[in-house]
């Protein structure tokens, strides 16, 4: 079973920037794709990025386009989501979810394995 758990969320300033990890405990093959997903106090989990763990194909949410940017380590069986230019809007906490399958998707219901959630908290 893939286990994933996320770390690097904490509390910063706005216009400042985080890097969160991901590691995908049991990952023994490439043929899945994974993503990030958000949820803010009060309102329904959110897309916010994807990527296929071997093309390495990426695909943003509008809200983070040109701010985040989703990316993975093979050898550390990890993935991470930079985020730039943090805005109060941002404040949520962070899931990673895993998918079998190659291709990547926007859509929760068709991610296989989450994990726990890491809090970002941007202060404006």
């Known amino acids: 079973q893939v286990q994933l758990v996320e770390s690097g969320g904490g509390l910063v300033q706005a216009g400042d920037s985080l890097r969160l990890s991901c590691v995908a405990s049991g990952l023994t093959f490439r043929t899945v794709a994974m993503g990030w997903f958000r949820q803010a106090p009060g309102k329904e989990r959110e897309f916010v990025a994807t990527i296929e763990w071997s093309g390495g194909d990426t695909y943003y949410a509008n809200t983070v386009k040109g701010r985040f940017t989703i990316s993975r380590d093979h050898t550390k069986n990890t993935m991470y989501l930079q985020m730039n230019s943090l805005k109060s809007e941002d404040t949520a906490v962070y899931y990673c979810?895993?998918?079998?399958?190659?291709?990547?998707?926007?859509?929760?219901?068709?991610?296989?394995?989450w994990g726990q959630g890491t809090l970002v908290t941007v202060s404006s």
């Open positions: 979810a895993l998918r079998y399958g190659s291709r990547w998707s926007s859509e929760m219901n068709e991610y296989d394995r």
